[in-house]
Structure formats: structure tokens, C-alpha cells
Nanobody, 121 residues
Framework: QVQLVESGGGLVQPGGSLRLSCAASGSIFRIASMGWYRQAPGKQRDLVAHTGTDGRTNYADSVKGRFTISRDSSKNTVYLQMTSLKPEDTAVYYC???????????????WGQGAVVIVSS
């Protein structure tokens, strides 16, 4: 079993910055990918940014140029640096990881508990 613990959410004014962190722990042999999703009130959960083991990243169009995802594989941690925040970025941000517990084990998708980000003046 893998646990994902997020931190770094909070209240920020429009134009401000925040950095989210997500640390994975537990029975981990290999993490194939890590990413961030968000869910605004009354809306579905959508991809924000994603990174695989090859270092490739992809972003939602709405955050390109403002958000940066990075990963420290030695710490099983993924970060989301958010800048030029807008009120429409307000949401619960969820960390996501696809990991296996053993060499021959199957990959399972895991979710964090969510970090609240509120962008408001």
C-alpha cells in the first residue's frame, strides 16, 4: 500500500504563488508516474500536470506557463509550483501516483487526501 501526503495549500491573493508538495511512502518498488489533479466545487476532477519516469511533463492548457511540476525521485516526492494564480485556480488539489510494490507486481493508482487552494482577494 502507498500513502500520498500533500502539503502547501492555503489562501493566496490573485497573482500570488504557492507550492504544493506530495510525498509518497509505504510499500514502493517503483513509481511510474506522479501528477496533480484538481476539483473545483461542482465540477469534475481534472488533470493539472503530470510527469513520468522519463521526465516528460504535460500540463492542462489553463495552467501552461504558470504552473511547473517537478519530481524528486530520491524522495518519492512531487511538487507543483503555482504562480500568477487566478481565482479560477481555486480547487482541491489531489496528488496522484501510479506505483508498484514489487518487481513483478502490478501498478496501482493512488490518490492523496487533497490540498485546498483558495485564490481570493
Amino acid at each position: 500500500q502507498v500513502q500520498l501526503v500533500e502539503s502547501g495549500g492555503g489562501l493566496v491573493q490573485p497573482g500570488g504563488s504557492l507550492r504544493l508538495s506530495c510525498a509518497a511512502s509505504g510499500s514502493i518498488f517503483r513509481i511510474a508516474s506522479m501528477g496533480w489533479y484538481r476539483q473545483a466545487p461542482g465540477k469534475q476532477r481534472d488533470l493539472v500536470a503530470h510527469t513520468g519516469t522519463d521526465g516528460r511533463t504535460n500540463y492542462a492548457d489553463s495552467v501552461k506557463g504558470r504552473f511547473t511540476i517537478s519530481r524528486d525521485s530520491s524522495k518519492n516526492t512531487v511538487y507543483l509550483q503555482m504562480t500568477s494564480l487566478k481565482p479560477e485556480d481555486t480547487a482541491v488539489y489531489y496528488c496522484n501516483a501510479v506505483a508498484s510494490a514489487t518487481y513483478s507486481g502490478s501498478y496501482v493508482e493512488y490518490w492523496g487526501q487533497g490540498a485546498v487552494v483558495i485564490v481570493s482577494s
